[in-house]
């Protein structure tokens, strides 16, 4: 027995052995074999099909252009090979595909990136600018990088847009005189959401709010001065109106007291004695329980009584504040009545525009009490000493009833992390309710992916009641006016636009901080009674109207893209940014279709920080890390393609393993396939009525797929193609693939049996090559080399 398995057997040369020099398996070598394929082979399609594809059918997808200010992260790579998966999907059917990857390359983001924080005071303007430049163009490099190494197809080297290249620029000026021309844009006193630790007004997708941030917040009294006859005491007590508030640093700005018309009020002393309260009859519970007072409710009344009251003001005796209804005003917390300050609030500007009310600010634009403030007060940081000021001038002037930490949900900047206030200030802004209506008629005409995002981009819209363009920095597009030096009139007309536009395209935005005013102006004006503006764009401006750089001219003059891809933080960002302008341009939506995609997060469903130690790096996912084996790009592209990527989408070393097992067996099955078929072609297929019964049995079940995998392309659930997939390929390999062995090793070579299980094959291989084509082109191109 043993002589016999040790001789090689007589029958050897009769068996028709598999032959394909394509590889089992790549494992370390993935990252240079993925690379070399990239090389060799017909690789990047891009430039070729705008050349040779068909001119009756284009597809156009707009990129969202990310952030030119640190290193790639997974949530580039889900986004990317979205977009990737759809372009080659899109590219196998036929399509001509226009993707022009872009960079915002503007904002604080990378001015704080670039710049170390004691330089800001000794740089000048045009040296931030040169030093955020450089800090940009450095890191799109390394991001272009990542990726072209992801597989992403496009024209890298000349068909990207980036907001800083001065044709961009040039048509961005236009199209905020356009939209000025039309009345669309204005400048107004306003409030505005303001971060003192950035210098500059933002914009409410610029928030974060810290569900752990503590205020002070504290109870104070306004004594009544003059009031009905219904809110009055039996005694000679003096009557208090009881206000509560988290932002005691806004007292020194209070004009008014509100309360709603639908609200019962009452009369409630304190057991301990002492004056009696003025508060909501709901709320005095809530204030017990806060304060630690156990009140006695003696009297109660509606609302309509306190009309007209009048009460002194809490800091400063010498004032006096009315009350007055208000629509806003509810018993969810506090107690019923609100403090109204105009200068720091939206709904209190509404109001303080309608009564007539001061507007203007005593905070500065670093978050410092001003010279217009209490002298007590001046140069005191609202947060922190100057609240605490504010409270002991209350305190003195025993108007202070109770104070005590209160932990809240509170807004911050979403670059610095620190707390942001309203306040009033003269800011430039897109008339949104005028765009608000036709915006909304443009949604309905739009598909989105998920169908929920339709409702949940209308309801971002409704939120925003203006939007505010202007930022106070430097590293950005110049807003391109000037204004008068005695009256601050703003200058802007189409001379000066058409001027300004014409230098812009040729040298740049630089010289609107580099050159001499009178070279920035016509000729015809006496620049001597001018100064320029300081102000840049919100970068949400800057990309908010790439449509009209990217889509126009060339050889796509449709301004309408056929799909937008971004995660669902840009419902209120730059969907919505370039929804508006371009409805307010051209008066429809930039976009037939949205999909819209979760965010990633670590397999416990935390998010990523380098402080809890659970980044996941692409990089490290495609080329390996010292303790991380290399898994390639195509199955960090798998891992996009399987997740449900309308929800939050979880990823680990774990997951990504299981990734590229998944891509495995794609390839072992390939191989296969390949290995059975490396003497056969296309003349030599059987056709199905001529297969054996279990042949014709599996190439139904091929038929099947491929309709099934069309239909789950052509409704861009990738998750669902990569599941029949490996259906499929578990179908074939664990019966198929075993049942015809016996056939393909022993038949006849050319024998009509082993001809028809190799067709079978034949349509197998080409089925699965071609479905999963948009995810794993790595290993599609490489079946191609052998």
């Not at 505010?468 to 006016?481: D, E, L, M």
Request: glycine content about 6%; hydrophobic content about 35%; some cysteine.
């Amino acid at each position: 027995v043993k002589r016999f398995y040790s001789v090689k057997s007589v029958y050897s040369s009769t068996v028709l052995v598999p032959k394909t020099k394509f590889p089992v398996k790549i494992g370390n070598k993935t990252s240079e074999h993925e690379i070399e394929i990239q090389s060799v082979s017909y690789f990047y399609l891009y430039n070729w099909q705008l050349k040779n594809g068909a001119s009756d059918k284009v597809f156009t997808l707009h990129d969202g252009p990310p952030y030119a200010n640190g290193d790639v992260h997974v949530g580039h790579a889900l986004n990317k090979i979205l977009k990737d998966i759809t372009n080659r999907y899109k590219l196998l059917r036929g399509f001509k595909i226009h993707y022009k990857p872009g960079w915002d390359c503007h904002g604080l983001p990378i001015e704080i990136k670039a710049i170390k924080t004691n330089e800001f005071n000794t740089l000048t303007p045009p040296e931030i600018r040169k030093k955020s430049k450089l800090f940009a163009e450095e890191t799109i490099k390394v991001q272009k990088k990542a990726f072209e190494r992801w597989g992403i197809m496009a024209d890298w080297e000349n068909g990207c847009y980036y907001t800083f290249d001065k044709s961009y620029q040039a048509k961005e000026l236009t199209s905020f005189y356009n939209l000025y021309k039309e009345g669309l844009i204005y400048r107004d006193l306003k409030p505005v959401f303001w971060s003192p630790s950035s210098g500059t007004a933002l914009a409410e997708s610029e928030l974060e709010y810290n569900a752990d941030h503590v205020s002070r917040s504290v109870y104070v009294s306004d004594n009544v001065i003059s009031s009905s006859d219904d809110v009055t005491s039996s005694s000679d007590d003096v009557i208090n109106v009881l206000v509560w508030t988290t932002q005691p640093w806004t007292f020194p700005a209070n004009q008014a007291l509100c309360y709603s018309a639908n609200i019962k009020y009452c009369l409630a002393r304190p057991s301990n004695g002492g004056c009696i309260y003025l508060m909501a009859l709901d709320c005095v519970n809530g204030v017990s329980r806060r304060t630690g007072f156990q009140f006695q409710v003696f009297q109660t009344f509606d609302a309509k009584y306190l009309e007209g009251l009048v009460c002194g003001h809490p800091m400063y005796f010498e004032r006096t504040v009315g009350m007055i209804s208000s629509d806003h005003t509810n018993t969810s917390k506090g107690t019923g009545i609100v403090h109204i300050a105009p200068a720091h609030g939206v709904e209190d500007f509404g109001i303080g525009q309608k009564h007539n009310f001061n507007t203007e600010s005593q905070v500065d634009s670093g978050g410092h009490f001003n010279s217009k403030s209490d002298e007590n007060l001046r140069g005191k940081f609202i947060f922190t000493k100057g609240n605490e000021a504010v409270i002991d001038i209350l305190e003195h002037n025993k108007t202070l009833v109770h104070q005590h930490d209160y932990k809240h949900n509170y807004p911050c900047d979403w670059r610095t992390k620190q707390p942001i206030f309203v306040q009033t200030s003269r800011q430039w802004f897109v008339d949104t309710e005028s765009l608000r209506s036709k915006a909304e008629a443009a949604i309905q005409d739009i598909k989105t992916y998920p169908d929920s995002g339709k409702l949940a981009l209308l309801n971002r819209l409704h939120l925003r009641t203006y939007w505010c363009i202007s930022r106070q920095r430097t590293w950005g597009v110049p807003i391109p006016v000037c204004y008068h030096k005695e009256t601050g009139e703003v200058l802007m007309n189409q001379s000066t636009i058409d001027h300004v536009v014409g230098l812009v395209s040729n040298h740049g935005s630089d010289i609107w901080w580099e050159w001499p005013l009178n070279d920035l102006l016509p000729a015809d004006i006496d620049a001597d009674m001018y100064e320029r503006g300081t102000d840049i764009f919100d970068i949400w401006f800057d990309s908010g109207v790439s449509w009209n750089s990217v889509l126009s001219g060339g050889s796509n003059a449709s301004t309408q893209a056929d799909f937008y891809i971004e995660g669902k933080d840009q419902l209120g960002g730059w969907f919505q940014s370039s929804l508006l302008t371009s409805v307010g341009l051209q008066g429809n939506s930039p976009y037939r279709n949205l999909m819209i995609h979760g965010f990633t997060l670590a397999a416990d469903g935390q998010k990523m920080s380098k402080s809890l130690g659970n980044v996941v790096d692409p990089m490290v996912i495609t080329d390996g890390g010292k303790k991380h084996p290399v898994l390639g790009a195509d199955a960090l592209r798998w891992w996009v393609a399987e997740s449900n990527i309308h929800q939050d989408i979880h990823i680990s070393d774990a997951i990504m393993r299981s990734a590229a097992e998944s891509v495995q067996k794609v390839r072992n099955s390939l191989r296969f396939m390949m290995s059975n078929l490396n003497e056969f072609n296309d003349s030599m297929l059987v056709p199905m009525d001529s297969m054996l019964h279990i042949d014709r049995y599996f190439m139904g079940e091929i038929n099947n797929f491929k309709e099934q995998v069309t239909d789950a392309y052509e409704g861009y659930e990738y998750s669902r193609a990569t599941r029949l997939c490996l259906k499929l390929i578990k179908k074939l390999s664990n019966v198929y693939f075993s049942i015809i062995k016996d056939r393909l090793y022993c038949d006849e070579k050319n024998g009509i049996r082993r001809a028809s299980c190799q067709s079978v094959l034949y349509y197998a291989m080409d089925a699965v090559v071609k479905s999963v084509a948009p995810v794993l082109p790595h290993l599609v191109e490489e079946t191609s080399l052998y």
